[in-house]
């Protein structure tokens, strides 16, 4: 578990060119240690350090966070929420259990950021970052299925999808 000294993280907001408030750096400070959380996650993790904050508020914090770089937002399909992370700048992606949502970082494939280099795309020349989903089926939801009346998982198709580029046309 990491965790950054709270005047760290309000000296890092300053640097945004935010107010160091209570809500922003307590917030960080949670994201640190609990990485991957949703507004709903943070909320109850803080409201007994901030008991008046409200969920509202706590959205409000995580979106001025991620506009100015403090945080990274995963915005997966299926889960029915934006998830925050402090990590934002080490170019990682992320691999997703389609059955239980665990999220667990990946570092990144080859290479410095960005990791991936699309084929050419005119007008589209200055490439800033790649952000790669894999979504699999965590060991513990494979024991689980295995071991239930219900019907089996489909096999893995040989070419992941992420959006619309296929992990076997990564090498193409």
Excluded: K
């Excluded at 507004?39 to 001025?64: F, K, R």
């Excluded at 979504?135 to 024991?143: G, I």
Aim: net charge negative; with cysteine; proline share 6%.
């Amino acid at each position: 578990m990491r965790t950054e000294p709270t005047d760290t993280w309000a000296t890092r907001v300053r640097e945004a060119g935010l107010r160091a408030t209570p809500g922003r750096v307590v917030t960080l400070r949670f994201l640190d240690s609990h990485p991957h959380s949703t507004t709903a996650q943070v909320h109850a993790g803080i409201c007994t350090e901030l008991p008046t904050i409200s969920l509202q508020s706590v959205h409000n914090v995580v979106n001025d966070l991620s506009v100015c770089g403090l945080l990274r937002r995963i915005d997966l399909p299926g889960t029915g929420g934006a998830r925050y992370e402090t990590d934002h700048a080490d170019n990682h992606h992320h691999i997703q259990c389609v059955a239980c949502g665990r999220l667990e970082d990946v570092e990144c494939a080859i290479g410095a950021a960005p990791c991936l280099t699309p084929s050419p795309v005119d007008g589209m020349s200055t490439i800033l970052s790649a952000e790669i989903t894999f979504r699999a089926l965590c060991d513990d939801c494979a024991r689980t299925r295995a071991h239930s009346t219900a019907p089996a998982v489909a096999a893995p198709s040989s070419r992941l999808t992420t959006g619309t580029t296929t992990r076997s046309d990564l090498h193409d």
